[in-house]
């Protein structure tokens, strides 16, 4: 299986951040990989697809990068809706695995 | 509007079974693959398994940690997807969610339901 690993588990950012989190995967995914948000009580929500690619719907602010192993999440300028954690999903092979998920809170 | 709703959730003793059911509405039901993930109260998100379209055979995959245990189906008249749980453990306790596969874009999933809590516990 792969594992997907991310970090920082715990990010305290305030308004108008840059924030940057990062997942790696075990073995090689190419750009297969998909970020999510989710805050509590409710369902994901996807943001980003193949490594990149933006859902429709979802702020500029939110991009993704990386290919490979090491992909990155980055919001330009965090603003208060934004306060959710957030998970990586490789979407290589089966079994298809998350990361363990990157809590971001009002510093 | 593009939704899925699930139901079937509750209080199931250890070694019993229950069957979940997602009701999807405003896309085209039978075009799409379709997961089930689960959540630990407090924990991650653990993808279960996923049943593919007709086009595909309406093939299935599933986690190592289900299989043998957990069945998904679909149908497709009804719009709706099922995942029945057999031999149920206390590991199994999780908020279960179904989300869609989208189009072209293998293995991601681009909608999500709301979710539906199972308690296996004596």
């Known amino acids: 299986d792969i594992q997907m690993t991310q970090s920082p588990s715990t990010l305290s950012a305030s308004v108008g951040d840059r924030v940057t989190i990062t997942c790696r995967a075990s073995?090689?995914?190419?750009?297969?990989l998909a970020w999510y948000q989710q805050k509590p009580g409710k369902g994901p929500k996807s943001l980003i697809y193949k490594a990149s690619s933006l859902e429709s719907g979802v702020p500029s602010r939110f991009s993704g990068s990386g290919s490979g192993t090491e992909f990155t999440l980055t919001i330009s300028s965090l603003q208060p809706d934004d306060f959710a954690t957030y998970y990586c999903q490789q979407h290589n092979s089966y079994p298809l695995t998350f990361g363990g998920g990157t809590k971001v809170e009002i510093k | 509007e593009v939704q899925l709703v699930e139901s079937g959730g509750g209080l199931v003793q250890p070694g019993g079974s229950l069957r979940l059911s997602c009701a999807a509405s405003?896309?085209?039901?039978?075009?799409?693959?379709m997961d089930w993930v689960r959540q630990a109260p407090g924990k991650g998100l653990e993808w279960v398994g996923r049943t593919r379209n007709k086009a595909n055979s309406y093939t299935t995959e599933y986690a190592a940690s289900v299989k043998g245990r957990f069945t998904i189906s679909r149908d497709d008249s009804k719009n709706s997807l099922y995942l029945q749980m057999n031999s149920l453990k206390t590991e199994d306790t999780a908020v279960y969610y179904c989300?869609?596969?989208?189009?072209?874009?293998?293995?991601?999933?681009?909608?999500w339901g709301q979710g539906t809590m199972v308690t296996v516990s004596s």
């Open positions: 405003g896309f085209t039901f039978s075009d799409h693959y």
């Open positions: 073995q090689s995914i190419s750009s297969w």
């Open positions: 989300a869609r596969g989208p189009p072209g874009i293998p293995g991601a999933f681009d909608i």
